[in-house]
Protein backbone atom coordinates (compact mmCIF):
# COMPACT_ATOMS: atom_id res chain seq x y z
CA UNK A 1 0.00 0.00 0.00
CA UNK A 2 1.02 3.76 -0.11
CA UNK A 3 3.15 5.13 2.29
CA UNK A 4 3.25 8.91 3.20
CA UNK A 5 6.54 10.68 4.95
CA UNK A 6 5.98 14.19 6.35
CA UNK A 7 8.52 16.48 7.47
CA UNK A 8 9.39 18.44 10.06
CA UNK A 9 6.65 17.65 12.63
CA UNK A 10 7.02 20.96 14.12
CA UNK A 11 8.02 23.94 12.51
CA UNK A 12 8.57 27.27 13.93
CA UNK A 13 8.70 29.95 11.65
CA UNK A 14 8.43 34.55 12.27
CA UNK A 15 5.38 36.03 11.05
CA UNK A 16 5.62 37.16 7.70
CA UNK A 17 8.29 34.73 7.08
CA UNK A 18 7.81 31.65 4.76
CA UNK A 19 6.45 27.83 5.85
CA UNK A 20 7.63 24.44 3.51
CA UNK A 21 6.31 21.80 4.41
CA UNK A 22 7.39 18.37 2.69
CA UNK A 23 6.32 15.01 2.19
CA UNK A 24 7.48 11.69 -0.37
CA UNK A 25 4.94 9.13 -1.08
CA UNK A 26 5.98 5.50 -2.29
CA UNK A 27 3.02 4.41 -4.74
CA UNK A 28 3.87 5.48 -7.72
CA UNK A 29 0.13 5.01 -9.04
CA UNK A 30 -1.05 8.19 -6.33
CA UNK A 31 -2.20 10.58 -8.94
CA UNK A 32 -3.65 13.38 -6.36
CA UNK A 33 -2.29 14.76 -3.45
CA UNK A 34 -4.41 17.19 -1.00
CA UNK A 35 -3.34 19.39 1.61
CA UNK A 36 -5.51 19.68 4.90
CA UNK A 37 -5.37 22.18 7.68
CA UNK A 38 -6.29 21.03 11.18
CA UNK A 39 -7.33 23.42 13.87
CA UNK A 40 -7.60 22.73 17.45
CA UNK A 41 -10.58 20.40 18.33
CA UNK A 42 -11.98 20.98 14.59
CA UNK A 43 -12.08 18.93 11.65
CA UNK A 44 -9.17 18.76 8.64
CA UNK A 45 -10.50 21.11 6.10
CA UNK A 46 -8.81 20.97 2.36
CA UNK A 47 -6.32 23.82 1.24
CA UNK A 48 -4.96 22.99 -1.95
CA UNK A 49 -4.19 19.84 -3.93
CA UNK A 50 -2.71 18.69 -6.74
CA UNK A 51 -2.79 15.88 -9.45
CA UNK A 52 0.09 14.69 -10.78
CA UNK A 53 -0.47 15.36 -14.22
CA UNK A 54 0.74 19.48 -13.04
CA UNK A 55 3.64 20.42 -11.27
CA UNK A 56 2.96 23.29 -9.64
CA UNK A 57 -0.42 25.40 -8.36
CA UNK A 58 -1.24 28.34 -6.32
CA UNK A 59 -4.11 29.74 -4.48
CA UNK A 60 -2.60 33.38 -3.17
CA UNK A 61 -0.18 32.77 -0.51
CA UNK A 62 -0.21 28.98 -1.04
CA UNK A 63 1.04 26.68 -3.12
CA UNK A 64 2.06 23.34 -4.27
CA UNK A 65 4.78 22.16 -6.05
CA UNK A 66 4.97 17.99 -6.72
CA UNK A 67 7.76 15.96 -8.42
CA UNK A 68 6.40 12.69 -10.12
CA UNK A 69 9.60 11.20 -10.67
CA UNK A 70 11.06 11.76 -7.03
CA UNK A 71 7.73 11.42 -5.75
CA UNK A 72 7.52 14.28 -3.58
CA UNK A 73 5.45 17.50 -2.91
CA UNK A 74 5.74 20.43 -0.50
CA UNK A 75 3.50 23.10 0.44
CA UNK A 76 4.77 26.66 0.72
CA UNK A 77 2.84 29.33 2.89
CA UNK A 78 4.23 32.91 1.82
CA UNK A 79 4.03 35.89 4.26
CA UNK A 80 2.57 33.63 7.29
CA UNK A 81 -0.01 35.25 9.47
CA UNK A 82 -0.86 34.28 13.02
CA UNK A 83 -4.64 32.69 11.42
CA UNK A 84 -2.10 30.21 10.20
CA UNK A 85 -1.07 28.16 13.11
CA UNK A 86 -2.45 25.13 12.88
CA UNK A 87 -1.88 20.99 11.98
CA UNK A 88 -1.05 20.61 8.14
CA UNK A 89 -1.35 17.46 6.74
CA UNK A 90 -0.70 16.21 3.55
CA UNK A 91 -2.23 13.38 1.79
CA UNK A 92 -2.09 10.71 -1.41
CA UNK A 93 -4.24 8.85 -3.58
CA UNK A 94 -5.56 7.27 -6.57
CA UNK A 95 -8.65 6.11 -7.60
CA UNK A 96 -11.92 5.23 -4.55
CA UNK A 97 -9.91 4.29 -1.91
CA UNK A 98 -9.13 6.28 0.83
CA UNK A 99 -6.44 9.16 1.01
CA UNK A 100 -3.00 8.03 2.85
CA UNK A 101 -1.90 11.28 5.21
CA UNK A 102 1.16 11.94 6.36
CA UNK A 103 1.38 11.82 10.18
CA UNK A 104 0.93 16.14 10.55
CA UNK A 105 3.39 19.19 11.04
CA UNK A 106 2.44 21.36 13.70
CA UNK A 107 3.04 25.19 12.13
CA UNK A 108 3.53 27.71 14.63
CA UNK A 109 3.99 31.14 13.86
CA UNK A 110 6.08 33.83 15.87
CA UNK A 111 4.48 36.91 16.67
CA UNK B 1 -19.71 20.65 6.14
CA UNK B 2 -20.96 18.40 2.97
CA UNK B 3 -23.79 17.22 4.85
CA UNK B 4 -21.86 14.95 6.88
CA UNK B 5 -23.19 14.45 10.26
CA UNK B 6 -21.69 11.92 13.09
CA UNK B 7 -23.00 10.73 16.56
CA UNK B 8 -22.25 10.83 19.02
CA UNK B 9 -19.89 13.64 19.40
CA UNK B 10 -18.41 12.29 22.57
CA UNK B 11 -18.94 8.97 24.30
CA UNK B 12 -17.21 7.42 27.27
CA UNK B 13 -17.14 3.01 27.50
CA UNK B 14 -15.78 0.70 29.11
CA UNK B 15 -13.54 -2.42 28.06
CA UNK B 16 -15.15 -5.20 26.51
CA UNK B 17 -18.52 -3.29 25.64
CA UNK B 18 -19.43 -3.05 22.02
CA UNK B 19 -19.80 0.62 20.34
CA UNK B 20 -21.21 2.04 17.22
CA UNK B 21 -20.37 5.02 15.73
CA UNK B 22 -22.63 6.67 13.54
CA UNK B 23 -22.19 8.38 10.06
CA UNK B 24 -24.96 10.27 8.20
CA UNK B 25 -24.94 12.10 5.02
CA UNK B 26 -27.90 13.90 3.66
CA UNK B 27 -26.30 13.90 -0.23
CA UNK B 28 -26.23 10.33 -1.55
CA UNK B 29 -22.75 10.47 -1.89
CA UNK B 30 -21.30 7.07 -2.84
CA UNK B 31 -17.70 7.47 -1.27
CA UNK B 32 -17.90 7.61 2.42
CA UNK B 33 -14.70 6.58 5.03
CA UNK B 34 -13.82 5.80 8.60
CA UNK B 35 -10.61 7.19 10.01
CA UNK B 36 -8.87 7.24 13.16
CA UNK B 37 -7.02 9.90 14.45
CA UNK B 38 -3.97 9.82 16.90
CA UNK B 39 -1.62 12.08 18.62
CA UNK B 40 1.89 11.40 15.78
CA UNK B 41 0.08 8.85 13.96
CA UNK B 42 -1.98 11.85 11.56
CA UNK B 43 -5.33 10.09 9.90
CA UNK B 44 -5.44 5.81 9.25
CA UNK B 45 -7.96 4.71 7.54
CA UNK B 46 -10.21 2.01 9.14
CA UNK B 47 -12.74 1.46 6.76
CA UNK B 48 -14.48 2.47 3.18
CA UNK B 49 -17.29 2.13 1.10
CA UNK B 50 -18.14 2.34 -2.59
CA UNK B 51 -21.84 2.19 -2.23
CA UNK B 52 -24.81 -0.08 -0.36
CA UNK B 53 -23.06 -3.38 1.28
CA UNK B 54 -19.81 -2.83 -0.86
CA UNK B 55 -16.92 -1.78 1.71
CA UNK B 56 -13.51 -2.90 2.73
CA UNK B 57 -10.82 -2.88 4.74
CA UNK B 58 -8.37 -0.06 5.25
CA UNK B 59 -5.18 0.03 6.59
CA UNK B 60 -5.86 -0.25 10.30
CA UNK B 61 -9.46 -2.41 10.11
CA UNK B 62 -8.47 -4.88 13.22
CA UNK B 63 -11.01 -4.85 16.24
CA UNK B 64 -13.99 -3.09 13.70
CA UNK B 65 -16.78 -3.92 11.72
CA UNK B 66 -18.67 -1.25 9.58
CA UNK B 67 -22.09 -2.03 7.64
CA UNK B 68 -23.65 0.14 5.20
CA UNK B 69 -27.61 -0.83 4.41
CA UNK B 70 -28.60 2.59 3.20
CA UNK B 71 -26.52 4.95 1.31
CA UNK B 72 -26.89 7.55 3.92
CA UNK B 73 -25.42 5.93 6.69
CA UNK B 74 -22.07 4.04 7.10
CA UNK B 75 -21.74 2.53 10.59
CA UNK B 76 -18.83 1.75 12.55
CA UNK B 77 -18.73 -0.90 15.34
CA UNK B 78 -16.09 -2.16 17.68
CA UNK B 79 -17.03 -5.09 18.61
CA UNK B 80 -15.46 -5.32 21.95
CA UNK B 81 -14.02 -2.11 22.84
CA UNK B 82 -10.15 -1.95 24.18
CA UNK B 83 -8.16 0.81 25.44
CA UNK B 84 -5.73 1.02 22.26
CA UNK B 85 -9.24 2.02 20.34
CA UNK B 86 -9.23 5.47 22.62
CA UNK B 87 -8.94 7.82 20.05
CA UNK B 88 -10.78 10.34 17.71
CA UNK B 89 -12.77 9.17 15.02
CA UNK B 90 -13.56 10.95 11.55
CA UNK B 91 -16.27 9.97 9.12
CA UNK B 92 -15.55 11.52 5.44
CA UNK B 93 -17.01 11.35 2.16
CA UNK B 94 -15.99 12.11 -1.16
CA UNK B 95 -18.30 13.09 -4.26
CA UNK B 96 -16.37 12.26 -7.19
CA UNK B 97 -13.06 9.54 -6.63
CA UNK B 98 -10.15 11.15 -6.51
CA UNK B 99 -11.24 14.54 -5.39
CA UNK B 100 -10.98 15.69 -1.82
CA UNK B 101 -12.02 14.30 1.07
CA UNK B 102 -14.62 16.31 3.05
CA UNK B 103 -14.70 15.38 7.13
CA UNK B 104 -17.64 15.34 9.48
CA UNK B 105 -17.23 16.67 12.77
CA UNK B 106 -15.72 13.59 14.53
CA UNK B 107 -16.46 11.30 17.77
CA UNK B 108 -13.91 11.34 20.95
CA UNK B 109 -13.96 7.94 22.10
CA UNK B 110 -12.60 7.28 25.48
CA UNK B 111 -12.39 3.88 26.56
CA UNK B 112 -11.72 3.17 30.11
Known amino acids: GENVEQHPSTLSVQEGDSAVIKCTYSDSASNYFPWYKQELGKRPQLIIDIRSNVGEKKDQRIAVTLNKTAKHFSLHITETQPEDSAVYFCAAGGGADGLTFGKGTHLIIQP | DAGITQSPRHKVTETGTPVTLRCHQTENHRYMYWYRQDPGHGLRLIHYSYGVKDTDKGEVSDGYSVSRSKTEDFLLTLESATSSQTSVYFC???????????FGQGTRLTVV
Open chain 2, 92 to 102: AIRIIRDTEAF
